[in-house]
C-alpha cells in the first residue's frame, strides 16, 4: 500500500522502496501494488518495472528550477471535515466534493499534464495495480485499474486531486478527487492479502485508521513504514513543497535501509 503524502511524499516513498530494494527486499514483486493521492504516482513506477534508482535520481534532478511551493491552506478545510466523528462520514466526503467543485483551483488540463509527466509509463502495467480516488458527485470510492478502460495517467491526476488545492478531473462524465478523501491508504481494499507493507507518509496522523484498515483486510502479517524524526524533519511541514524533494527522497533511501530486516519477516509470509 503506498499513501498520499504530496510531492514530498513522492520523493520520500520512493527512497524507501529504492532503500528496501539494495537491502534485497524487493516490493516490486508484491501481487498487488494500491496507490492513494501521492502513492499511484509511485505505485504505477513500481509497478511498471521502472528502475526505482532512476526514480530516486529524478527526485533530486527535478528540485532544478522547481516551481514553488503550492499552498496546503486550502485543503485544511476540507480535511478537518473528514476528521469530525460527528457526521457521518459518506455526508462529509460528498460536502468536501462540493468544496472541490467550487474552489478556483486552475485549470484541469494543466494539472492532468503535470501528473501526466511525472510517469514514464503512459500504458497500465501488466500487474494489479489500483488507483484510488473519490467521486465528487456524493462522495463514492472509486477504483480503477487496467480492466476499467480509464487511461493510466487521467487515474493518477484524479487520485492526486487534492480537495480545494487541485482542480477534480473528468473521466467519462464524472468528477473525481484524490483517493486520499476516503483514506490515506486504503488499505483495507487488500482483503484477504496474507501479508502487507503500508508506506505512508502521513502515517503518524493515520495510526488508528491504518490499524482498522489493516485487520480489515485480515493480512497475518503487516509492517507499517511511517516518517521517523529525521525523515519528518527532511519533508519539512509543507507536503507540496518541491524545493524538499532532493531532502525527503534521501531519508527514505536511510530510512529504507534500517528497516529491511523488518520488510523482510513480513514478506516472508508471502512464501
Known amino acids: 500500500m503506498l499513501g498520499g503524502g504530496g510531492m514530498t511524499g513522492i520523493a520520500w516513498e520512493f527512497g524507501i522502496l529504492e532503500g528496501l530494494r539494495r537491502a534485497g527486499v524487493a516490493l516490486a514483486d508484491a501481487d498487488l501494488i494500491i496507490g492513494t493521492s501521492a502513492g499511484s504516482v509511485v505505485g504505477a513506477v513500481l509497478a511498471a518495472g521502472v528502475d526505482l534508482a532512476a526514480a530516486v535520481e529524478h527526485q533530486r534532478a527535478a528540485v532544478d528550477g522547481a516551481a514553488p511551493a503550492v499552498d496546503v491552506t486550502p485543503a485544511l478545510a476540507a ?8 457526521r457521518p462520514r459518506a455526508e462529509a466526503m460528498a460536502e468536501v466534493g462540493r468544496m472541490a467543485l467550487a474552489a478556483p483551483t486552475g485549470d484541469e488540463a494543466a494539472h492532468v499534464a503535470r501528473l501526466r509527466a511525472q510517469l514514464p509509463v503512459a500504458e497500465w502495467p501488466g500487474r494489479d495495480l489500483r488507483i484510488t480516488a473519490v467521486d465528487t458527485a456524493d462522495g463514492e470510492p472509486a477504483v480503477f485499474d487496467r480492466a476499467g478502460g480509464v487511461p493510466l495517467p487521467l487515474a493518477v491526476a484524479a ?73 519528518v524533519e527532511a519533508i519539512g511541514p509543507n507536503v507540496l513543497d518541491p524545493s524538499r524533494r532532493a531532502a525527503a527522497v534521501d531519508a527514505g533511501l536511510r530510512q529504507g535501509a534500517a528497516l529491511a530486516a523488518a520488510a523482510r519477516e513480513v514478506w516472508a509470509a508471502t512464501g
Do not use: K
Open 159 to 231: 487520485s492526486c486531486a487534492v480537495p480545494c488545492v487541485f482542480p477534480p478531473v473528468t473521466i467519462g462524465d464524472r468528477r473525481y478527487m484524490d483517493g486520499g478523501v476516503r483514506s490515506g491508504t486504503n488499505a483495507d481494499l487488500a482483503a484477504g492479502a496474507a501479508a502487507m507493507i503500508v508506506i505512508a507518509p502521513m502515517g503518524a496522523l493515520l495510526a488508528p485508521v491504518i490499524r482498522r484498515e489493516i485487520a480489515a483486510a485480515g493480512a497475518h502479517r503487516s509492517l507499517v513504514v511511517e516518517p521517523d524524526e529525521q525523515a
Open 79 to 86: 480535511f478537518a471535515l473528514l476528521a469530525d466523528r460527528s
